[in-house]
């Protein structure tokens, strides 16, 4: 005898128990249309036959494979629905949770490492750094990631350390009010410098969006222990520290006057060297209109936050950065991007002369 023939018709707990469902469940799929019983006792009660079995199975099955309810209708009913793409759609779903599985892996072996190196870490240190990972996850591309979790030039338990050791000494001068204009503020200004190349290898685009994260997510403030406020206090001491060093090739007033320019727009390079970077690892031509534009911008800032107008003193600055190598130094920063830059420059500012 088959087993159609030998199925006796069973009542909505009965089927419950026999496909591992709750009867709440068997109500709800009842109620969307996806398995609606082919019988009824005399008094009202659902009874499921042998087809009403079959659908359940195939429900089970394709659910457990990721569809959702809205798919399994359509596969299980609509004949117009084309089942490779249905197919497809599910292909693609379960590649990028394998892909988000294959991820979160990378990330608790990450964290085991950092725990082997450090093993005074205990559960808060861990637990945070996998809430800072997720957070590095959720706002930054895999590639940006994969970077953070595999610098060019160091490894990440070295790093994350000296990231920690740099932040608490600039909270402790923050705190006990050093000035950052001070000799303690710029030493720890190229320090944070050199720590956000090695941090980011060297990649611009990530390091402002690693900046804008910690400038405004208050879960990425607590956990590193770094805010808009320290931001705010480095950006001021790498000024300082750079036009200490600017002093050296011009007179005090010219010091005096470079300062308040960089203080005032000085922050605007990050930015300016992110979208150049970008454009330049894209391949973009120099003389490319997109680059024209960046180029112009460039130029402006650099009277802007260099110079103001004063043509000694725009002299004597390019004569320090082309004999001191540290002015040069900042993310996104090298041979290759001046040599791109420059050239830009040059054919942005024979434009404007024609």
Same mark, same amino acid.
């Given at each position: 005898m088959s087993?159609?023939?030998?199925?006796?018709?069973?009542?909505?707990?009965?089927?419950? &128990? @026999?496909c591992g469902l709750s009867i709440r469940t068997l109500h709800h799929y009842d109620a969307i249309g996806l398995l609606q019983p082919t019988g009824r006792t005399a008094g009202g009660a659902r009874l499921y036959g042998w087809q009403d079995f079959r659908r359940l199975h195939r429900i089970q099955v394709l659910k457990q494979m990721g569809y959702s309810l809205t798919d399994i209708h359509d596969v299980l009913d609509n004949a117009s629905v084309d089942p490779l793409t249905?197919? *497809? @759609?599910?292909?693609?779903?379960?590649?990028?949770? !394998? /892909? /988000?599985?294959? %991820?979160?892996?990378? #990330?608790?072996? *990450?964290? $085991? /490492? @950092?725990?082997?190196?450090? %093993? *005074? %870490?205990?559960? !808060?240190?861990?637990?945070?750094?996998?809430?800072? &990972? $997720?957070?590095?996850?959720?706002h930054l591309s895999d590639d940006e990631v994969l970077a953070l979790r595999s610098p060019a030039a160091s490894n990440t338990q070295a790093i994350g350390a000296a990231r920690r050791q740099l932040v608490l000494e600039v909270g402790q001068c923050m705190r006990e009010n050093v000035s950052p204009g001070g000799c303690q503020a710029r030493e720890l200004a190229w320090r944070w410098v050199d720590m956000v190349i090695t941090l980011t290898s060297n990649n611009a685009p990530l390091a402002e969006k690693l900046r804008t994260l910690q400038m405004e997510n208050r879960h990425a403030q607590d956990i590193v222990g770094i805010d808009a406020a320290m931001l705010q206090w480095? *950006?001021?001491?790498?000024?300082?520290?750079?036009?200490?060093?600017?002093?050296?090739?011009?007179?005090?007033?010219? #010091?005096? @006057?470079?300062?308040?320019?960089?203080?005032?727009?000085?922050?605007?390079?990050?930015?300016?060297?992110?979208?150049?970077? %970008?454009?330049?690892?894209?391949?973009?031509?120099?003389? $490319?209109?997109?680059?024209? !534009?960046?180029?112009?911008r460039w130029r402006q800032l650099f009277l802007?936050?260099?110079?103001?107008?004063?043509?000694?003193?725009?002299?004597?600055?390019?004569? !320090?950065?082309?004999?001191?190598?540290r002015l040069s130094l900042g993310v996104g920063v090298d041979d290759a991007l001046l040599r791109y830059v420059h050239a830009a420059v040059a054919?942005? #500012?024979?434009? #404007?002369?024609?």
């Open positions: 087993a159609k023939a030998s199925f006796m018709k069973l009542k909505i707990g009965e089927l419950a &128990t @026999r249905i197919l *497809d @759609r599910q292909a693609q779903l379960l590649d990028a949770q !394998a /892909r /988000r599985a294959e %991820a979160l892996s990378a #990330t608790l072996k *990450d964290v $085991a /490492r @950092r725990l082997v190196a450090g %093993a *005074d %870490a205990d559960a !808060a240190d861990w637990l945070s750094l996998l809430e800072l &990972t $997720a957070l590095y996850e959720q480095i *950006d001021q001491a790498i000024v300082h520290a750079r036009v200490h060093l600017f002093g050296e090739y011009l007179s005090p007033e010219q #010091t005096a @006057r470079l300062l308040r320019l960089q203080l005032a727009h000085g922050n605007g390079w990050p930015a300016l060297v992110a979208k150049v970077r %970008a454009q330049m690892d894209a391949g973009v031509p120099h003389d $490319a209109e997109p680059m024209r !534009a960046l180029a112009a802007d936050s260099y110079c103001g107008g004063d043509a000694d003193l725009g002299e004597r600055v390019r004569y !320090a950065l082309n004999h001191e190598p054919v942005a #500012t024979a434009s #404007t002369a024609e």
